[in-house]
């Protein structure tokens, strides 16, 4: 009779559902009610005003199965809307996606056409680099308070602090990849007369 051997991926996988059972029973063990017992010589009515009662005390942390119901009774529904603070995760969802979109589509509009001027001009390229280096390694959660403090408002801060953080990574690869462009292509569309628009898109 054959022997049935797994694959790689077939042995990856099972491993893989072993410790996500062994993660939830884990989860499940550790979210159980304990009970408190009252210690000697303390008032009854005392331990029970303190928490300390002889009761079955429920974890504060979820089980797995309180988790699992929470989150299908959030994606039945998830364009609810109850007011500005109680709004379904797909409302949520989209507000956060329009201001990723609009802090990249910002910083793309604003890094592209420098990163070409940058790319092609030594002398802007010299000039700009100091300030570059200064800003570039500033972690988002120091812009961020900046952000709130100076335009005061969360959701136009958090677009800021996306196009930002956006902006550097985009002008760097866009005037590297600008200035790396062999010399011979720039000179035959010098020659043709290529203009400055066709000669960005095309070489």
């Known amino acids: 009779m054959k022997k049935m051997t797994l694959s790689l991926g077939q042995k990856s996988a099972v ?6 059972g062994v993660l939830l029973l884990v989860w499940q063990l550790a979210t159980l009610p304990e009970t408190a017992t009252v210690a000697a010589g303390v008032d009854p009515e005392y331990a029970a005003m303190m928490g300390g009662g002889a009761a079955s005390a429920a974890s504060s942390f979820p089980t797995p199965a309180q988790m699992a119901q929470t989150v299908w009774e959030r994606l039945s529904d998830p364009f ?9 995760i797909g409302i949520q969802l989209a507000y956060s996606l329009a201001r990723v979109l609009g802090g990249f589509f910002l910083a793309a509009a604003v890094a592209i056409p420098l990163g070409f001027v940058i790319g092609n001009s030594r002398v802007v390229y010299q000039a700009l680099d ?17 952000a709130l403090y100076t335009i005061k408002d969360a959701s136009a801060s958090s677009i800021f602090v996306i196009f930002i953080c956006s902006l550097w990574p985009m002008l760097i690869n866009t005037a ?8 011979d292509w720039l000179d ?8 400055p628009l066709r000669k960005a898109f095309r070489v």
């Open 15 to 20: 491993l893989s559902l072993a410790l996500f």
């Open 80 to 88: 609810y809307d109850n007011g500005p603070n109680d709004k379904g």
């Open 130 to 146: 100091p300030y570059v280096q200064l800003l570039k390694p500033i972690s988002p959660l120091a812009w961020m308070p900046l």
């Open 176 to 183: 590297h990849g600008v200035a790396n462009v062999r010399k």
């Open 188 to 195: 035959v569309s010098r020659t043709l007369e290529v203009n």
